[in-house]
């Protein structure tokens, strides 16, 4: 499909999440990871070279985002989900790709946590953002994960798991980094769970190939049901 749209169809209200989250431990500590949301970046610039409508709910990246999108700053993973929630349900396409934190400090200490030789540090885990989101009828959903091992087996459980239209499986290894701006090792799955190797590509061409997805499954293909 042309990156452009074809003259009759519309635009797409296009919902984006991108960027880490950061979960405070005391006032000047937090639990995060190495996000820098140039993929929840080149995902929104791609949605408007298409001539889409673009929000971004986005953590403290270091990536800038494209002018022409709407962006919504948050910074620990409530605030992500209740963003989120607020915007999905009048989105016509709803994109995953922030890297949330998995796990928040059970207790956030209000003073300054003193040096110590020891701490032991309670987690809990934080909310499914994707699993909880209102969806609304013909909206095209789409995760991501990073994997280890057995990337594309690990995708599709958590394909079928969330009922996802989409996802975007990444490779993390010793000597593979997925983030910043490095080329990255992808599997794109449909909600058939058919598997496609993109290999190791740029992040634009990853959002490039994910929004032809989307915009075949809205405009043109017909959706089969989940199995």
């Not at 990156?3 to 519309?10: D, E, K, N, T």
């Not at 790709?97 to 003073?111: E, G, I, L």
């Not at 598997?195 to 740029?202: E, F, I």
Request: some cysteine; glycine content about 6%; hydrophobic content about 40%.
């Amino acid at each position: 499909m042309s990156r452009r749209r074809r003259r009759g169809q519309r635009a797409l209200r296009v919902l984006i999440s991108a960027g880490p989250t950061r979960e405070p431990i005391d006032p000047v500590r937090f639990l995060s990871n190495y996000s820098t949301g140039v993929m929840g970046s080149r995902l929104a610039a791609e949605a408007l070279l298409r001539g889409h409508r673009v929000t971004v709910v986005y953590g403290p990246a270091t990536e800038a985002l494209p002018r022409g999108a709407r962006c919504v700053s948050v910074e620990r993973s409530v605030q992500m989900a209740r963003a989120m929630r607020r915007y999905a349900p009048r989105a016509d396409v709803v994109i995953m790709a922030a890297a949330v934190s998995d796990f928040r400090p059970a207790q956030r200490r209000r003073t300054k946590i003193t040096r110590r030789g020891q701490m032991t540090l309670r987690l809990c885990a934080t909310p499914d953002i994707l699993g909880s989101l209102p969806r609304r009828p013909r909206q095209v959903v789409v995760g991501f994960a990073l994997e280890s091992a057995r990337v594309a087996q690990r995708a599709r459980r958590k394909l079928f798991g969330k009922h996802l239209d989409l996802l975007l499986a990444q490779q993390v290894s010793p000597a593979r980094s997925p983030f910043g701006r490095r080329a990255v090792r992808a599997w794109l799955l449909d909600r058939s769970g058919q598997v496609t190797r993109l290999g190791v590509v740029s992040k634009s061409l990853v959002a490039r190939a994910l929004l032809d997805k989307i915009e075949a499954l809205w405009y043109g293909q017909p959706r089969p049901e989940h199995p």
